[in-house]
Each structure stands twice: as C-alpha cells, then as structure tokens.
C-alpha cells in the first residue's frame, strides 16, 4: 500500500554517489590508456629500422658470457649500421642483427664495421647453405 510519500533523499544519495564514483575512475582509466598509446621501443631496439642480416659474431678475450656484455661492447661500435644481439650459439659465437635506417646500407658494410672495431675477433655473414647435390628420388635408388 502506498503512503503518497517520496523516498527518504538520503536512501537514494548513496546509489548515486557510487555510482558517479565508478564513472569517475572508468574516466580516469580510460585517460591513462590512451596516454600509452606508442609502444615503448628501448635504446638499441629494432623498431622501423631495415633489418640488414643476420652476422655470427667472436670477441677476443676476455670471453663474453652475457648477452647485456655483448649489448654494450655492440652498441659502443659507431656508425650508420646499429647490431643487436639475436641470441648465444656454440663456441663462444653471438648471432648479431645489423640494422639501419638508410636503405643503402649492405651486408659488406656490416660486416667490414665489425671487423674493424676492437674486441671483435670474428665476423663472417650468417647464410642459408644449401646441398651441393640433389636429393635421391627414391628412398634405395639414387638418380642415374
């Protein structure tokens, strides 16, 4: 049964207060996220630089065991071309990624700024080997 009373004011101000307070910090949320809308891209990194090729790297003694001592003796050789540290491989070889800005940069340019700086013992061009021969065309019967 109705009274013909309106609500108590005070039983509806705290739904509203909540309410505008979720509002309030979707706002401020969504505020924040487009603030970050560039991606971070590190000192070094390769972001919308050309990737040159790919370069198996040795450094004189004393050896290099970590990938940031790799990161800092690469990023002290100066020039156009930039190389980063693509991962360890066996022997004490570190697989380098020339990079640049400048579309005329070539794997030889790479190649020969690494051989010329200090602490670089070995810098040969990673390439894709292929067989000198074909395959058999069968599992027992080599092609005739």
Known sequence: MSTGKLPHSRSMAR?????????????????????????????????ADRAVGDIMV?????PVTGSEEAGRLLES????IRFVVKRPMSGGVWLVTAISQSGDATMEQAVATLRAAPRIELAEPDRVLKP??????????PPG
């Open 15 to 47: 739904p509203l207060r909540i309410t505008a307070a979720c509002g309030l910090l979707a706002l401020l949320a969504l505020t924040a996220c487009q603030a970050q809308q560039r991606p971070y891209a590190p000192a070094g990194s390769i972001s």
């Open 77 to 80: 050789i100066s020039g156009p």
């Open 58 to 62: 040795r450094f004189s003694a004393p």
């Open 132 to 141: 000198n021969r074909t395959m058999p065309m069968g599992r027992d019967m």
